[in-house]
Structures are given as structure tokens and as C-alpha cells.
């Protein structure tokens, strides 16, 4: 009985997660963020997961993030990541880069676009030691 009850209390708050992740976002970029936050992290601490950490991406050239297995599709497109490059592959991956691995469909608004490269950019890549 007590384990079941504890079973739903789990359920809710796994199903809440996404609703209160969204409500904390403050910015426009950080709220756009969330649609990559499922495959890539971002900020000092940012680690690789499905997808490679984005902070320091914009500048970066594509497929060039240390400890992370790109496709070859990737490492070998030799883009450099500004808001033009960026903002077409966010509305065209495979039209851009093909073959990548990156899936994401229906990303077409120039201004969300516009927030999240602006947020992107706040995370630039920590200074070389
Ligand atoms: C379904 C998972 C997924 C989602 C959602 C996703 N990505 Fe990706 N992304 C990937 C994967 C996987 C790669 C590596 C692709 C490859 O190696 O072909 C990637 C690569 C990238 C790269 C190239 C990085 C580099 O180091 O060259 C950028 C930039 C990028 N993603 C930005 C974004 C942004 C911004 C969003 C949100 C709007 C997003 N991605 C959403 C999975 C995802």
C-alpha cells in the first residue's frame, strides 16, 4: 500500500519535471534551450551526452569538441558555428550537415532562433589554462 502511493508520488514529480524545468527558464534563449536539453548540455560544467556539450559552440568549428564521437558526417563538414551556419542546420540538420546523427524537426522561427544563439553565445568556451 505505502509502496504504491510512493510509486505515484515518483510518477507525479517525473511528470511534472518538464513543466517546472520549463517555468524556471528565465530568458527567451534559456526557454528555447529547452528543446536540446534532452541530448546536449551546456555551461561550465556541461558534460557530453547523446549529443556533444554545446558550451563554446558558436565559433567552434563543427565536429571538433574533445572526448565527444562525432559521425563522420559531422567531423567532416568543416563548418565553422556563427549565427548563419547555426541557424540552418537548427532548420535543415540533414540538409546541412548529411548523415548527421542530430535529429530535430520543425525549428523554423527566426527570432527563437535569434534567443537561443544568445544564449548559446553566453557560454563561451573557458579560457585556455
Ligand atoms: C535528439 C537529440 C538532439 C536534439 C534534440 C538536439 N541535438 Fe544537437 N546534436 C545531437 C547529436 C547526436 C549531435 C552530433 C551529430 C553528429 O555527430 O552527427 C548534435 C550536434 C549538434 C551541433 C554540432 C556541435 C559541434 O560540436 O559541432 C550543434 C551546434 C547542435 N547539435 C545544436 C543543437 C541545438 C542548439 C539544439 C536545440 C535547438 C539541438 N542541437 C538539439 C543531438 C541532438
Given at each position: 500500500?505505502?509502496?504504491?502511493l510512493?510509486l505515484?508520488?515518483?510518477?507525479c514529480?517525473?511528470?511534472l519535471q518538464?513543466l517546472l524545468?520549463s ?11 529547452q ?10 560544467s556541461a558534460?557530453?551526452g547523446f ?11 563543427s565536429?571538433s569538441?574533445s572526448?565527444?564521437s562525432?559521425?563522420s558526417?559531422m567531423?567532416n563538414?568543416?563548418?565553422?558555428w556563427?549565427?548563419?551556419t547555426?541557424?540552418?542546420f537548427l532548420k535543415?540538420?540533414d ?5 548527421t ?7 523554423n522561427?527566426?527570432q527563437?532562433?535569434?534567443d537561443?544563439?544568445?544564449y548559446l553565445k553566453s557560454?563561451?568556451a573557458?579560457?585556455s589554462?
Amino acid at each position: 500500500m505505502l509502496r504504491r502511493l510512493l510509486l505515484k508520488a515518483i510518477a507525479c514529480i517525473v511528470m511534472l519535471q518538464p513543466l517546472l524545468a520549463s517555468a524556471a527558464a528565465q530568458t527567451p534563449g534559456e526557454r528555447q534551450f529547452q528543446r536540446c536539453i534532452n541530448c546536449h548540455q551546456i555551461g561550465p560544467s556541461a558534460r557530453h551526452g547523446f549529443g556533444p556539450s554545446l558550451t563554446g559552440v558558436m565559433g567552434r568549428q563543427s565536429g571538433s569538441a574533445s572526448g565527444y564521437s562525432y559521425s563522420s558526417a559531422m567531423k567532416n563538414s568543416k563548418i565553422v558555428w556563427d549565427e548563419k551556419t547555426l541557424s540552418a542546420f537548427l532548420k535543415n540538420p540533414d540538409g546541412v550537415v548529411p548523415g548527421t546523427r542530430m535529429r530535430l524537426w520543425g525549428y523554423n522561427d527566426d527570432q527563437q532562433i535569434r534567443d537561443l544563439i544568445a544564449y548559446l553565445k553566453s557560454y563561451p568556451a573557458p579560457a585556455s589554462r
